[in-house]
């Protein structure tokens, strides 16, 4: 199910979101436009059929219509970012909670066999004295520092030893009740822990407790149990800051909880808001324990969201569930901000990028308001015709009327042009909306996984520095027994409970190995050891200090680089002592880097495509491990590629694809890496994948001269339109109409531009592609690659691919594309009669009145150029024609009615070369 299955229909969202709201005001607006728009054409025939009334009824409903769509659209993707963000925060406060909880499950399996407990418990009661533990138990919790209590009670039930004695059961006093069961229970199993959420009268707190508790063994018979009261109140705390972070949207806003299977409040983040022991009613079907929904609580509205807990190796934790809460009154504030990068407002032009029930709104904005500009462009194109008094036509209007007519489609161009802007604006918003999901989604999964690995080295530094306390390895030091069984089984049975490490190595003051837990390395034992952080650990001065090695191989790993970890092993005497002479060797425990970080990287990449990446990298930006795809991977792995990603801000253009970053190095937990002065270097790196890069359309020109008034005698009607980022125009005279694209038929042999025949309503016109012989922006022909591509079997597609794949050169389509228009002209004969060609180009732009002793000729050599004149036109700044190189925006360039003769001739030269406007221009200006 969706996470969203539960929850009201998009448009009761609506009052939640101001932005969105104001969108809708706007379009609003530009409907009561139209509305108007259509009663002043329906005042004259003449106007009704210049504005193609049909048309513009059709456009305003068809617009109505997406503007509906588009808000609900917008509102639900507002919902699903908002879900995707409570559902990152729960989900993370509970899985982090369980793989903290799956180490305490290992503590005490290990801890319940330690020698110090077991004869001390195994003691007769009169010869126990407390104080005799209680420096062993300290040493425990100043290493581990996520317990506030520990408690050994003998086979009697009775408390012989605590941390720290507080307002619960007195030392050597019995306990009662059901603390009498609950110890009795643990006694008598052999499960590996056991795990207990209660209120004990023996920890003395009035709520529940969360404490794991097995067995202690002397000489095979059970002597007693060990409980270890883990500090959930404090761990839930940091957890929840860490979640909620500064630097996050709705941070502060978002309320964060533990419940149980019954939804009853464990832990919160705000006490005011969310109390412990309340009841939450989760409105889910029965059958799931993870979803959204809406919650009313205290007279408040929020939106909802429980996740179950994933397992971890295993363990599913206590069967509790993470929930985050969202006030609706704040929850959709920013629902329509946006990124404003470069990268962000090209993302926003593709839409390939949005869901596929989405992905149809800008395409019908576009086709919608391409079927207008062409209304508008042909009724423009009729009327000065009419007005000209072009052969063939009989209309007579009276210049009163032309003038309206012609005023009224300015005024539809210009109202469409605002109902454009108006889509845009609302489409940028839903492009923001996505982003920021996506963005957001990688910063999490980044943050999730950083968290994770500190969380699990600490757990390290902390078992190095435990294990070194083990009496057994100073008793083997201290004998030099080389190879010692006792110490190698010891070895091995704490390497069985801790999966994370690929070996222990247990190594005397000199360096030399004295004993291994993995039986592959066996032949190392008695190998003396000269690596640096050897002499390191050698000269740690106190139990509570530790070295890491660098992250690099070593003989002890076979997969890789890893950390290493290491402490001094001190003799029994010295061990609250602060002298380095004391130190008899020590314990080094290697991490099984490899397992563990692809095990974090998979689990924090579950969900995402497959051209998302995840991957750990060290501090010169070098790869360390990553996941997805190998293609995807190798490229991570190119030199410069991570560099890009850390520096080049929440995007990045990778091999022609966009993606959103997210990087993250980690905080540290509790004292490391946050206090202890030890840094691995190591930092995770999230790319998703948002879409292909595409190129930018040109932006259409606004003329600034269409009030001037032209002489008559030199005014020519100029019909313009854009091929790329070219401003080009033909004599409006030689213009039929302007039509939709359509798909070139014929399968023979044609010379470029021509790529085929183009049925175009009752007739069909030869269709040339004039993108086939224009250089793009960076130079570079398109007529050999395209003829190359065009020759069948594998010859064509290796030249194809060996001539463009660093390019950037359009590959000529035959069939129709919704954003390209035709233009249909009528080309004289040098033979007499005329021949109507399509042209297939990229937009159509606006009709001008130019005066045509202000065209400038250009020359292109012997041959005959595409263009044969330029005129400079004032444009607006904002709305400027971007073009190659320096060249000014406001560059019309007039089609060559040569050229044109010529392919309507069918004499174009057969080695003609592609057009290179963007140097033609350039000589033009320079000279």
């Known amino acids: 199910m969706s996470s969203t299955d539960t929850l009201p229909a998009p448009e009761q969202w609506l009052r939640y979101m101001p932005g969105v709201e104001r969108q809708r005001q706007e379009l609003r607006l530009v409907e009561n436009a139209w509305d108007q728009l259509s009663l002043l054409s329906s005042f004259s025939l003449l106007s009704s059929n210049a504005s193609s009334g049909g048309d513009l009824a059709r456009a305003r409903q068809d617009f109505s219509s997406l503007s509906i769509e588009l808000m609900h659209g917008l509102a639900a993707e507002a919902v699903h970012n908002c879900v995707d963000d409570l559902s990152s925060r729960a989900q993370i406060c509970i899985d982090v909670l369980v793989r903290n909880l799956f180490e305490r499950t ?39 520092t996520v317990y506030d209590n520990i408690y050994l009670f003998d086979a009697q039930c009775q408390l012989a030893a605590a941390l720290h004695e507080g307002p619960g059961l007195a030392v050597g006093a019995a306990a009662q009740g059901e603390d009498v069961n609950f110890l009795r229970q643990v006694m008598a199993s052999d499960a590996p822990y056991a795990e207990d959420y209660a209120v004990r009268d023996f920890i003395g707190q009035s709520y529940p407790c969360l404490a794991y508790a097995h067995r202690v063994e002397a000489g095979g018979q059970v002597v007693g149990v060990l409980v270890l009261s883990f500090k959930m109140s404090d761990e839930m705390l940091a957890l929840f800051a860490s979640i909620q972070g500064k630097d996050r949207e709705h941070g502060g806003d978002v309320v ?6 019954h939804g009853e409040v464990l832990a919160s983040s705000d006490t005011h808001q969310l109390p412990l022991g309340w009841r939450v009613r989760c409105d889910l079907p029965p059958e799931l324990a993870s979803g959204a929904f809406m919650l009313q609580h205290f007279s408040r509205r929020y939106l909802a969201v429980v996740r179950e807990a994933r397992s971890f190796q295993g363990y599913a934790g206590p069967g509790w569930r993470g929930l985050a809460l969202l006030p609706l009154d704040v929850a959709f504030d920013d629902a329509t901000s946006s990124e404003h990068s470069a990268l962000i ?17 800008p395409r019908r904005s576009v086709a919608i308001q391409s079927a207008l500009e062409r209304s508008v462009w042909n009724g423009l194109l009729e009327l000065n015709q009419m007005q000209d008094g072009t052969e063939g036509r009989n209309e007579v209007a009276a210049p009163r009327d032309l003038l309206f007519a012609k005023t009224l489609l300015s005024e539809i161009g210009a109202t469409a042009r605002k109902t454009a802007r108006a889509f845009s604006s ?89 004993a291994v837990s993995n039986p592959a390395q066996q032949d190392l034992v008695g190998t003396p050891l000269d690596e640096e952080w050897v002499a390191r650990c050698l000269r740690l001065s106190s139990a509570q200090e530790y070295v890491v090695s660098a992250f690099a191989p070593s003989r002890f790993y076979d997969r890789g680089s890893t950390f290493i970890y290491a402490a001094a092993v001190r003799d029994a005497a010295a061990v609250s002592g602060s002298l380095a002479g004391a130190n008899l060797g020590g314990i080094a425990i290697v991490w099984d880097a490899a397992q563990q970080l692809q095990s974090i990287l998979g689990d924090c990449a579950e969900g995402c495509g497959d051209r998302d990446m995840l991957a750990f990298i060290d501090s010169r930006d070098q790869l360390v491990l990553a996941h997805g795809q190998a293609e995807a991977v190798a490229m991570l792995g190119t030199e410069g590629v991570i560099e890009s990603c850390r520096t080049g801000g929440r995007m990045v253009n990778l091999a022609g694809h966009l993606h959103g970053v997210g990087m993250a190095r980690g905080a540290g937990y509790r004292e490391f890496r946050a206090r202890d002065g030890y840094d691995h270097g190591l930092s995770c790196l999230a790319l998703r994948h948002l879409c292909e890069r595409k190129p930018a359309g040109a932006a ?11 002489d008559a005698t030199q005014r020519v009607q100029m019909a313009t339109f854009m091929l790329g980022s070219y401003w080009l125009g033909i004599d409006a005279a030689l213009v039929v109409a302007a039509a939709p694209d359509a798909t070139a038929l014929g399968a023979g042999p044609v010379r470029l531009p021509f790529i085929g025949l183009a049925p175009i309503g009752n007739r069909v016109c030869p269709l040339m592609d004039l993108r086939s012989i224009v250089r793009d922006d960076a130079g570079r022909g398109a007529t050999d690659l395209v003829r190359v591509a065009q020759q069948p079997g594998a010859e064509g597609q290796a030249a194809a691919q060996e001539g463009g794949a660093a390019s950037r050169i359009p590959q000529v389509q ?15 004969l040098e033979e007499g009669g005329m021949r109507e060609l399509a042209l297939r180009v990229d937009a159509l732009g606006p009709m001008l009145d130019l005066d045509r002793r202000k065209f400038q000729p250009v020359g292109f050599g012997v041959q005959t150029a595409l263009i044969d004149a330029v005129i400079g036109v004032p444009v607006t700044a904002s709305q400027g024609v971007p073009a190659a190189g320096a060249m000014s925006v406001s560059m019309l360039c007039q089609l060559s009615m040569a050229w044109l003769k010529q392919c309507a001739a069918g004499a174009l030269p057969t080695n003609a070369q592609d057009q290179d406007l963007a140097a033609l221009l350039q000589a033009h200006q320079e000279g």
Not at 345 to 361: H, M, T, V
Not at 492 to 509: E, H, K, Q
């Open 106 to 144: 290992a503590d005490i399996g290990f801890f319940s066999t330690d020698v110090g407990i077991a004869h001390f418990l195994g003691a007769p009661a009169d010869e126990r004295r407390p104080e005799q533990i209680a420096s062993r138990l300290r040493q425990y919790a100043s290493k581990y």
């Open 256 to 261: 964060l909880a533990l419940v149980d299977a």
């Open 345 to 361: 407002k090209e993302l926003a032009g593709n839409a390939d990028f949005l869901s596929e029930e989405l992905r149809e709104i």
């Open 426 to 514: 609302a489409l940028e918003d839903l492009y923001g909306v996505v982003t920021r999901s996506i963005l957001r989604d990688g910063q999490s999964r980044a943050d999730l996984a950083m968290q994770i690995l500190d969380r699990n080295l600490y757990e390290r530094a902390n078992d190095c520095r435990w294990w070194a306390l083990t009496p057994q390895f100073a008793e083997t030091l201290a004998a030099g027994r080389v190879g010692c069984e006792q110490a190698t089984a010891v070895l091995r049975d704490i390497n069985a409970l801790y999966t994370v490490y690929s070996s222990l190595v247990l190594f005397d003051r000199q360096g030399r190995v004295m």
């Open 700 to 710: 259409l020109p606004a003329p600034q001269n269409q009030g001037a008034r032209v």
């Open 814 to 828: 035959r069939a129709a594309h919704p954003d390209r228009q035709l233009i249909i002209v009528r080309v004289p």
